[in-house]
């Protein structure tokens, strides 16, 4: 076996961040009490229809606190377990660009100023990156290691319209070309399982993206989430979910296309157990990224084996 990547078959993020950083990085995940155009009528007031009541993070740190009292109440707790590392201070909730310059600015040097913080990962709306936060987020960029987060999640804009993003695919590649026009690394977001979306579709957003400049991908498993839009869908019986080897599949055969350029942030996504209507499965975290390895050693597959047939074969 290839060992380019550690004992994994794809580009993980262990493995990138180790080799950047020289040292085990931990992620933070903050909540800096903002909003979202999605959700307070300036877009919809409905929200992506998957999006649960914490804007999406909900296990980032309390918006009732500082990003410094965040930041350094998580690592307290983290440093019982692990001792030494260092750390990527994570906007995870609501969109993370939608504030007044000064209070993003203030909030964003409030993190990387924490000590032992090596990057910032800053998640958004591609709709939510107007000039003067691209001034800025270029600024951050030379003081520390940034990504910025795109919640894509489908390159089919009619899934766009079911799932009430409020966004088309023209509006996420002018973003990505901004971001990247300014040097900064771009991590997408994609969910598996969307209503109305059959393996094909699947597939398409995964090719599409392969081939895109981005730096990072997150896959994710749609969960249904109590209190979100998104259930009255299912109680229509208008969303079915993937069983488990539906999904092992899915994630191994877009392993195989993705470029082996781009990092892989995850391969699952985390719901809060309480919360969670379905599909249960996807609670055994574990179980499923065991089986995602054994499924790419049992099927021979690497990242990026088939890369140059899924240049050959866009849309
Ligand atoms: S853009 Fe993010 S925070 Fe806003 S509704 Fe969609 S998932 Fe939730």
């Not at 076996?1 to 040292?23: P, Q, S």
């Not at 090596?118 to 990504?147: F, S």
């Not at 966004?167 to 070309?177: N, Q």
Request: aromatic share 12%; glycine share 6%.
């Amino acid at each position: 076996m290839d060992k380019k990547w550690g004992d994994k078959r794809y580009y993980n993020l262990n493995y990138f961040l180790r080799n950047k950083f020289g040292c085990k990085v931990f992620k933070i995940s903050l909540d800096a009490g903002f909003s979202c155009p999605n959700r307070d009528g300036t877009i919809s007031k409905g929200g992506c229809i998957f999006c649960s009541e914490r804007g999406s993070g909900d296990f980032a740190g309390d918006s009732k606190f500082s990003i410094k009292n965040q930041f350094n109440n998580i690592k307290s707790m983290m440093n019982k377990k692990w001792k030494e590392g260092k750390y990527i201070a994570y906007f995870q909730a609501y969109t993370n660009t939608y504030a007044p310059i000064t209070i993003l600015k203030r909030k964003y040097e409030e993190a990387i100023n924490q000590e032992d913080v090596v990057a910032l990962a800053i998640a958004t709306r591609p709709d939510c990156l107007g000039e003067e936060v691209l001034d800025l987020l270029e600024y951050i960029n030379k003081k520390t290691y940034l990504w910025v987060e795109l919640g894509l999640q489908t390159v089919n804009d009619k899934t766009a319209k079911i799932i009430n993003r409020g966004y088309d695919l023209k509006v996420f590649e002018k973003a990505l070309s901004d971001l990247r026009n300014r040097n900064i690394d771009v991590v997408v977001h994609s969910i598996f399982g969307l209503p109305g979306e059959d393996k094909k579709d699947m597939i398409r957003t995964v090719k599409y993206l392969s081939t895109k400049d981005i730096q990072g991908i997150k896959f994710h498993l749609l969960h249904l989430i109590k209190g979100t839009p998104l259930m009255s869908l299912y109680e229509n019986g208008e969303l079915e979910f993937l069983d488990q080897n539906q999904y092992v599949n899915i994630i191994c055969e877009s392993i195989g296309m993705m470029s082996p350029d781009i990092v892989i942030h995850r391969l699952t996504g985390d719901a809060p157990r309480n919360l969670l209507v379905g599909p249960m499965w996807s609670l055994k975290k574990w179980e499923i990224l065991n089986s995602i390895d054994k499924n790419l050693k049992d099927k021979d597959i690497f990242q990026g084996m088939y890369f140059n047939f899924t240049k050959n074969t866009l849309d």
